[in-house]
Nanobody
Framework: QVQLVESGGGLVQAGGSLRLSCAASGRTFSIYTMGWFRQAPGKEREFVSGINWRFGSTNVADYLKGRFAISADNAKNTVYLQMNSLKPEDTAVYYC???????????WGQGTQVTVSS
């Protein structure tokens, strides 16, 4: 089992920045990929960014490139999502996820609310 706990969400004005954190515990040695997803009210959950836990390679959704960046501190079992130039449309619950067996994410955090005011 892997447990994930997100933090760092909150209310920010448009143009501002936030950094989300996701602390992993449990069988962290089994993690292959960590990712961030988000779900806005009335919309489906969408992929934001992911990082290979072992090699550090990253990817960011095309529509967020240049504003969002993912990073990890393996020693702390923590992954971060730096969000800059935030827009009201970035308002959503942001979820951290871990994939242990392949490409599917099989562990999820509780989510953290990000609200961007105009």
């Amino acid at each position: 089992q892997v447990q994930l706990v997100e933090s760092g969400g909150g209310l920010v004005q448009a143009g501002g920045s936030l950094r989300l954190s996701c602390a992993a515990s449990g069988r962290t040695f089994s993690i292959y990929t960590m990712g961030w997803f988000r779900q806005a009210p009335g919309k489906e959950r969408e992929f934001v960014s992911g990082i290979n836990w072992r090699f550090g390679s990253t990817n960011v959704a095309d529509y967020l490139k240049g504003r969002f960046a993912i990073s990890a501190d393996n020693a702390k079992n923590t992954v971060y999502l730096q969000m800059n130039s935030l827009k009201p449309e970035d308002t959503a619950v942001y979820y951290c996820a871990a994939a242990t067996g392949g490409t599917e994410y099989d562990y999820w955090g509780q989510g953290t609310q990000v609200t961007v005011s105009s």
